[in-house]
């Protein structure tokens, strides 16, 4: 079974602060997924990466960055956390398939 | 961007009533997909289906893909508590990238 984890399920960040955001897949996966959930606007792709350093960007890459250092790990960094940035953030990871397996989540509030 | 509309957002039903969800797009998928996401956890794949006109049987659960490959139903028959959730369409093509839509709140009450 592939496991995605994620560092944490609650974080409670400052506006202004730097947020690290982890996730890491056992399944040696290339590509790798940040999405964030709001309630009525299903997921929303932040950042893709299909390789290790490499990096694309989703439909709301505003505020957000990325980091692929290995390929087992794919890092969101939030270099300045705002109120509006208060949301799930999903991380998945996808094989040959189009079937995305996903992190539990973290719900990230900033206050 | 490609958009992919649910409805109804949300669904109050009792156990044992039928129900069916939609997700209808301007846009032709390859495939469209449907998760389940339960309170804090992520979204789970269902079922993938490719074939414009398909049909997929899933026990009490029916997925379909219109014939224009741009919209999709699920229908779930004799509702049972276990089946509340957040299910949610995604439909995909090119580079895995996969377009999600809003999402179906679904409550069964026993």
């Known amino acids: 079974d592939v496991k995605v984890t994620q560092s944490s399920r609650y974080l409670v960040k400052r506006t202004g602060e730097k947020v690290f955001l982890e996730c890491v897949q056992d399944m040696d996966h290339e590509n790798m997924f940040w999405y964030r959930q709001d309630p009525g606007l299903g997921l929303r792709l932040i950042y893709f990466?299909?390789?290790?350093?490499?990096?694309e960007k989703g439909d709301i890459p505003e505020g957000y960055s990325v980091s692929r250092e290995k390929k087992e790990r794919f890092s969101l960094i939030l270099e300045s956390a705002s109120t509006n940035q208060t949301s799930m953030y999903l991380c998945?990871?996808?094989?040959?398939?189009?079937?995305?397996?996903f992190g539990p989540g973290t719900r990230l509030t900033v206050t | 961007t490609q958009l992919l509309e649910q409805s109804p957002q949300f669904l109050s039903i009792q156990e044992g009533e039928n129900l069916t969800v939609y997700c209808n797009s301007s846009?032709?998928?390859?495939?469209l997909q449907w998760y389940r996401q339960e309170p804090g956890e992520g979204p789970v794949l269902l079922v993938t289906?490719?074939?414009?006109?398909e049909v997929k049987k899933l026990k009490r659960l029916t997925f379909q893909f219109g014939d224009a490959r741009k919209d999709s139903s699920l229908h779930i028959t004799a509702a049972q508590p276990g089946d509340t959730g957040l299910y949610l369409c995604?439909?995909?093509?090119?580079?895995?990238?996969?377009?999600f839509g809003g999402g179906t709140r679904l409550m069964v009450k026993p």
């Open positions: 289906v490719v074939t414009g006109g």
């Open positions: 990466s299909y390789d290790v350093k490499m990096k």
């Open positions: 846009s032709v998928f390859s495939s």
């Open positions: 998945a990871t996808t094989g040959i398939t189009y079937e995305q397996y």
């Open positions: 995604a439909g995909a093509n090119a580079g895995n990238m996969l377009t």
